[in-house]
C-alpha cells in the first residue's frame, strides 16, 4: 500500500487537477507568473517544456519511485506523540517524520526530481543558491547521485556561518563560489547563480530550493513534494481509521507545506501554515510574509512579499534560517486569498520552548524551522482539547545544535 502512495504520476496528476493549477504563464490567480530577463526566457521556456513531457514519463516516474525508495528511504513514518499530547491536555499531535528522509529533511524530495529531470534533459551540470547551506546540500547530494557537476553560489557572510554545510557540499564534489558584493548573503547569492546559469544554459540547469521562482518551479517543486501528503494522508487513516482534523505545517518559501497540504486540499482538514514571527512585528524582526507583507515581485514571481516603501524586499529575521525569506510561495499566496488555508505566526521563544520539549518528552531534536509548527500545534491542541492534528516535521535539529547552545544553553528548567 505504502509503494501506492509514493506514485508521480496518474494519482498525483489527477491531484493537481483537483488542486488550484496553474495556468499556462503559471499563475495562480494573480501569483507565480515568470517575471524574467529576456535572455533567461527561452531557457526557462526549454525548462517548462521538458517538465511538462517528463511529468507523465512511464521512465521518469519509475526512477523517481524506485530513488524515493531504496536511496531516500521512503516512505518516512507518522509517529503519535502521545507523552507530548498527554503533557499538553488537548488533542493528539502526530508528526509527518520528514526528519527521517536522507540528509535529514524534505529537501531532498525536489533535489532528487530536478537532478532527474536534469539528467532526461541531457544537462551535465546543476546551479543554485543557498543561503543556511541546507538546499546546497540536498543539491549536491542529488548531484553526487546523479553523476551530475554541482556549482552552488553563497555569500561569503554564509560560508563563515555555515562552514559544516560547506564542508558538506565539498565532500559531496560540489563547487562553492564565494560571493563577495553587497550584502554578502542570500540575495546576492541568487543574482550570482542567476548569471551563471545565464552564461551557460545549455549544459545546466537552475535548481530551486523551494515552490518559489519563476514559473514552472513553484509547480514543480509542489509535484515532487506532494509524495509527503499522499503518504500522510494514507498512514494516518490507516493508523487512526480518520482523517486529522487539523493539518500544519512551518512556511519559508512553502514546499514542505504545500507538499503535506497537497494530500488533504479536498478534505474536510483545517489546514495552517505557520510563518516566522522571530523577534516581533517591527520592520526587519520577522518572516511572516503572510501576516505582514503585500503583493510584490521577487525572483521573477508574484507573491505577497515584505517591503519596504520603494518595493524593495524588506530585511527578515528568524532564527529558523531556512524561513528568513521575504516572499513566499504563489500557491501559499493564493491558498490564502481563498480562504483554504489560515496562515500563523509563531516567535522565536515559543519556537526554542517547543525544540526542548519535543526533544525531551519524545526524543526527537526538531529542525527550527519545524520546531515553529510543533509549537503552534501545541497551542492549538490546548485550545481543541480533543480531536487530532498532524504536523510536518520537516527536518532534524542537528544542524541547528550550534546555534541553540550558544543562544539558549541545554535547555535545562
Ligand atoms: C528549508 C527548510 C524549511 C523551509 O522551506 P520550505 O520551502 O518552506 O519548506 C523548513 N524546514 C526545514 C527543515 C528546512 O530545511
Known amino acids: 500500500m505504502a509503494e501506492q502512495a509514493t506514485v508521480h504520476g496518474a494519482e498525483a496528476e489527477h491531484a493537481a487537477r483537483r488542486q488550484a493549477v496553474p495556468d499556462e504563464a503559471g499563475f495562480f490567480g494573480k501569483y507565480g507568473g515568470q517575471y524574467l530577463p529576456p535572455q533567461l526566457e527561452a531557457p526557462f521556456a526549454e525548462i517548462v517544456k521538458a517538465y511538462h513531457e517528463i511529468e507523465n514519463d512511464a521512465a521518469f516516474i519509475a526512477e523517481l519511485r524506485y530513488l524515493r525508495k531504496h536511496f531516500q528511504g521512503r516512505p518516512t513514518p ?43 534533459m541531457g544537462k551535465k551540470k546543476l546551479i543554485a543558491e543557498t543561503g543556511a547551506g541546507q538546499h546546497g546540500v540536498a543539491l549536491a547530494t542529488a548531484a553526487a547521485h546523479f553523476g551530475l557537476e554541482c556549482e552552488i553560489h553563497m555569500g561569503i557572510v554564509d560560508i563563515e556561518k555555515q562552514a559544516p554545510n560547506v564542508s558538506r557540499m565539498q565532500l559531496l564534489g560540489a563547487t562553492v563560489v564565494p560571493v563577495t558584493h553587497g550584502l554578502q548573503t542570500l540575495k546576492e547569492a541568487v543574482d550570482s547563480a542567476f548569471e551563471a546559469y545565464l552564461a551557460d544554459f545549455e549544459n545546466s540547469i537552475y535548481c530551486i530550493g523551494s515552490v518559489v521562482g519563476p514559473h514552472p518551479f513553484p509547480l514543480m517543486v509542489r509535484d515532487f513534494q506532494k509524495v509527503v501528503g499522499m503518504e500522510a494522508r494514507e498512514q494516518f487513516v490507516e493508523m487512526t481509521g480518520n482523517l486529522p482534523d487539523v493539518v500544519e505545517a512551518c512556511v519559508g518559501g512553502g514546499s514542505n507545506a504545500i507538499g503535506i497540504f497537497s494530500g488533504f486540499l479536498d478534505d474536510p482538514v483545517e489546514l495552517i501554515g505557520v510563518e516566522p514571527l522571530g523577534r516581533g512585528e517591527g520592520v ?5 510574509t503572510m501576516t505582514y507583507g503585500r503583493e510584490g515581485v521577487i ?94 516535521l520537516s527536518g532534524r535539529g542537528d544542524k541547528d545544535m550550534d546555534y541553540v547552545i550558544e543562544h539558549w544553553g541545554i535547555g535545562a528548567d
Not at 498527554?86 to 526528519?99: F, M, S
Open 78 to 120: 507518522v509517529y503519535h506523540a502521545r507523552t507530548l499530547s498527554l503533557a499538553n491536555g488537548g488533542a493528539q499531535i502526530y508528526l509527518k517524520r520528514e526528519d527521517l528522509n536522507h540528509t535529514g529533511a524534505h529537501k531532498l524530495n525536489h533535489c532528487m526530481g530536478e537532478g532527474l529531470l536534469a539528467k532526461y
Open 299 to 392: 525572483h521573477g514571481f508574484r507573491c505577497y512579499l515584505l517591503q519596504d516603501e520603494g518595493g524593495e524586499p524588506a530585511p527578515v529575521y528568524s532564527c529558523a534560517s531556512g524561513l528568513d525569506y521575504p516572499g513566499v510561495g504563489p500557491e501559499h499566496s493564493y491558498l490564502k486569498d481563498s480562504g483554504r488555508v489560515q496562515y500563523v505566526t509563531c516567535s522565536d521563544e515559543a519556537c526554542r520552548d517547543a525544540f526542548f520539549e519535543l526533544s525531551r518528552k519524545e526524543g526527537i531534536i526538531p529542525a527550527l524551522e519545524s520546531a515553529h509548527a510543533v509549537a503552534h500545534a501545541l497551542v492549538k491542541a490546548r485550545e481543541m482539547k480533543t480531536g487530532t492534528i498532524l504536523v510536518n
Open 284 to 288: 526587519g524582526d520577522n518572516a511572516a
